[in-house]
């Protein structure tokens, strides 16, 4: 009874130490609670809805995606004339920009479409080559939708995992970017690489444009808003 006794309370010890790890590589306890108390569901739900009550602005220039889109504040990065609309929804994937296409871009008969997303497809699991099929259905519904609008390809960015193990290796980040880059090409649309001008000279993002190994901070949107200058000013 003594011997299983031992044997348990080591087997436990070991689960906890696997569990306290993987809080560890995932961003340690803050991050944990944050996202416990922040239900990424519930976000996206209640941001999907507003987008979609919005009034209409024919001729805007819409940025859509994720978290990257969404948390930049592109109208005053780029100013107001025409009008600039985030369409960035946190935690959204080529499917979610795919079924809200209609209503959060498409209907504002827009000018320019600004278009980054595909690294959550790869946190949760998809490979590159299936995240490149959905992304070539995104940007035929773009062009079909939206054949008056210029389309604007951004690289999926780079992640650096000293600052923050994500889970995700950059490998896989360079070979959706190669696919997205194809697809601009089929489709005869422009492709903006911002991998090159935000990583570091080992391929991770630069520590110094992110707090968490993925979003960037306002250094880095300063980066992203120099380098679509030439797109703008086409």
């Keep these: 009874m003594k011997r299983w006794l ?68 592109w109208h005053e990065w780029l100013g107001d004339q025409p009008p600039v609309l985030n369409r960035g929804i946190t935690g959204d994937g080529t499917e979610g920009v795919l079924a809200r296409l209609d209503t959060d871009v498409l209907r504002q008969k827009p000018s320019k479409i600004v278009l980054c997303v595909g690294i959550n497809d790869l946190f949760f699991g998809k490979k590159p080559d299936e995240v490149a099929a959905l992304y070539r259905r995104l940007v035929q519904g773009l062009r079909q939708g939206a054949p008056q609008a210029d389309l604007l390809l951004v690289s999926v960015l ?48 630069a520590a110094k444009f992110t707090a968490d190994g993925v979003h960037l901070n ?13 797109y703008f000013n086409k």
Excluded: C, M
């Design 158 to 205: 780079p992640v650096n995992n000293q600052v923050r193990n994500t889970g995700l290796d950059n490998a896989r980040v360079r070979e959706l970017n190669a696919a997205i880059r194809q697809i601009a090409g089929e489709w005869a649309v422009s492709y903006l690489d911002l991998y090159g001008p935000l990583a570091d000279a080992d391929g991770r993002l």
């Design 218 to 230: 306002g250094l880095g949107y300063g980066v992203w808003k120099h380098n679509l200058a030439s």
């Design 6 to 73: 031992i044997l348990s309370l080591l087997l436990n010890a070991v689960l906890l130490a696997g569990i306290l790890a993987g809080i560890r590589r995932g961003g340690g306890w803050r991050y944990l609670l944050q996202r416990l108390q922040y239900g990424e569901s519930g976000l996206y739900a209640n941001r999907q809805d507003q987008l979609a009550r919005l009034p209409e602005q024919p001729g805007a220039i819409v940025f859509v995606g994720d978290s990257q889109i969404e948390q930049g504040e």
